[in-house]
């Protein structure tokens, strides 16, 4: 398996620019993830889905930030627009998820996100 | 403030030593898991406990749980060079919604040659 896969590793941007961060989990997971990791807040989890439906939006940031996922194996996180304070690393993770807890969650290489 | 927070933020040993790292919590948890971090790359499952599991061991790495002090221990035994990396605990936490995986602020774990 090739494991989670993100797009693009690397986006610099100017402010006021629109980014879309794309993500294929693993094949057969029902979960995935969207983080955003900075050294001042440290990985923060932006919103999961499970079984392609959003279950918990509350860490988007605001009304700029917008996560869909059409598909198992597929799934954006688009920033309209964007501000430099959104610069971060940005991962999805994907898990095969049982019952009503979270098991081992396999992270992609990230997004680094650069707004000038 | 983080539902798990890692003790100490740093730590640097020799190769060949151990390296213990603890993690706190607030709330009840379903499961708690390690997860380490090298330079510029995701996060790598290392072990998950579950709520009613004391200890856990995987090669090198031994965990602990002490549901009573909501508090984990992470030691690696035999440290290597390749061990350098920052670890973060997480702790699985049944919410309303569903449960989520929340992450520390890691320990960063440098091991000399």
């Known amino acids: 398996d090739a494991g989670v896969i993100q797009s693009p590793r690397h986006e610099v941007t100017e402010m006021g620019q629109e980014v879309t961060l794309r993500c294929k989990p693993i094949?057969?997971?029902?979960?995935l993830f969207w983080y955003r990791q900075t050294m001042m807040r440290g990985l923060e989890l932006l919103i999961y889905f499970n079984n392609n439906v959003p279950i918990d939006d509350s860490g988007m940031p605001e009304d700029r930030f917008s996560a869909k996922m059409p598909n198992a194996s597929f799934s954006t996180l688009k920033i309209q627009p964007s501000e430099p304070r959104d610069s971060a690393v940005y991962f999805c993770a994907s898990s095969l998820r049982r019952g009503n807890a979270n098991y081992e969650q396999y992270f992609g290489p990230g997004t680094r996100l650069t707004v000038t | 403030s983080q539902q798990g927070e890692e003790d100490p933020q740093a730590l640097s040993i020799q190769e060949g030593e151990n390296a213990t790292m603890n993690c706190s919590y607030k709330?009840?948890?379903?499961?708690l898991q390690w997860y380490r971090q090298n330079s510029g790359r995701g996060l790598v499952h290392l072990i998950l406990i579950r709520s009613n599991e004391r200890e856990k061991h995987s090669g090198r790495l031994r965990v602990t749980l002490d549901t009573s002090k909501k508090s984990s221990s992470l030691l690696i035994t035999a440290s290597r060079a390749a061990d350098t990396a920052s670890y973060f605990c997480?702790?699985?936490?049944?919410?309303?919604?569903?449960?989520?995986?929340?992450f520390g602020e890691g320990t960063q774990l440098t091991v000399n040659p």
């Open positions: 709330t009840s948890i379903n499961n």
């Open positions: 997480a702790t699985d936490v049944l919410e309303t919604r569903g449960s989520r995986l929340t």
């Open positions: 094949s057969g997971h029902n979960s």
